[in-house]
T-cell receptor, first 113, second 111 residues
Framework: GEDVEQSLFLSVREGDSSVINCTYT??????LYWYKQEPGAGLQLLTY?????DMKQDQRLTVLLNKKDKHLSLRIADTQTGDSAIYFC?????????????FGSGTRLQVQP | NAGVTQTPKFRILKIGQSMTLQCTQD?????MYWYRQDPGMGLKLIYY???????DKGEVPNGYNVSRSTTEDFPLRLELAAPSQTSVYFC??????????FGQGTRLTVV
């Protein structure tokens, strides 16, 4: 079955890099996503990666995928106080009927000024 | 380009009342979903639909019903509200091999 796990909390200083980690269990995952949620707000898609890719970079964001270990990470360079939020990892399997996303419980990122 | 629109944004219900959460998308997506997010948790799938006229249960369907009479609309019905249904509800849509688009959420409190 599908299961996605994340660490609960990460604290960094402004200007440092943040690395948020995620593990998933389903080896047939096709898409892996990172969403950001600020307090009281909806979900903002940050980036996503196909499971046949190893890395994707988008400005300050770098996603690394280790398919062998079923490990996904999100690196935020030059972390700012505005990056403080909860970050959700999610997977979807595109070769099954429902194509629904399965979410982790979220990692709360706290950026200290 | 509205994307996925949910109404209402907030609602307080009394125990035993019923209500419908509305969800509409204008992207002609076949796949639509309802999730709930409890405090400090990730999103759990309530119901989903792979096209008009087709719906199926997700992981946490008890206490809810859905219908999909058109491609655009996917309402979620609560028949007898219970305090355990206090949550934030998100509707989403996608197509094959595309990202998922989420609405802004409905914050529901049952008292």
């Amino acid at each position: 079955g599908e299961d996605v796990e994340q660490s609960l909390f990460l604290s960094v200083r402004e200007g440092d890099s943040s690395v948020i980690n995620c593990t998933y269990t389903d080896s047939s995952s096709t898409y892996l996503y990172w969403y950001k949620q600020e307090p009281g707000a909806g979900l903002q898609l940050l980036t996503y990666i196909f499971s046949n890719m190893d890395m994707k970079q988008d400005q300050r964001l770098t996603v690394l995928l280790n398919k062998k270990d079923k490990h996904l990470s999100l690196r935020i360079a030059d972390t700012q106080t505005g990056d403080s939020a909860i970050y959700f990892c999610a997977e979807s399997i595109e070769d099954t009927g429902r194509r629904a996303l399965t979410f982790g419980s979220g990692t709360r990122l706290q950026v200290q000024p | 380009n509205a994307g996925v629109t949910q109404t209402p944004k907030f609602r307080i219900l009394k125990i035993g009342q019923s209500m419908t959460l509305q969800c509409t998308q204008d992207m002609n997506h076949n796949y639509m979903y309802w999730y709930r997010q409890d405090p400090g948790m990730g999103l759990k799938l309530i119901y989903y639909s792979v096209g008009a006229g087709i719906t199926d249960k997700g992981e946490v369907p008890n206490g809810y019903n859905v219908s999909r009479s058109t491609t655009e609309d996917f309402p979620l019905r609560l028949e007898l509200a219970a305090p355990s249904q206090t949550s934030v509800y998100f509707c989403a849509s996608k197509e094959r091999n595309t990202e998922a688009f989420f609405g802004q959420g409905t914050r529901l409190t049952v008292v």
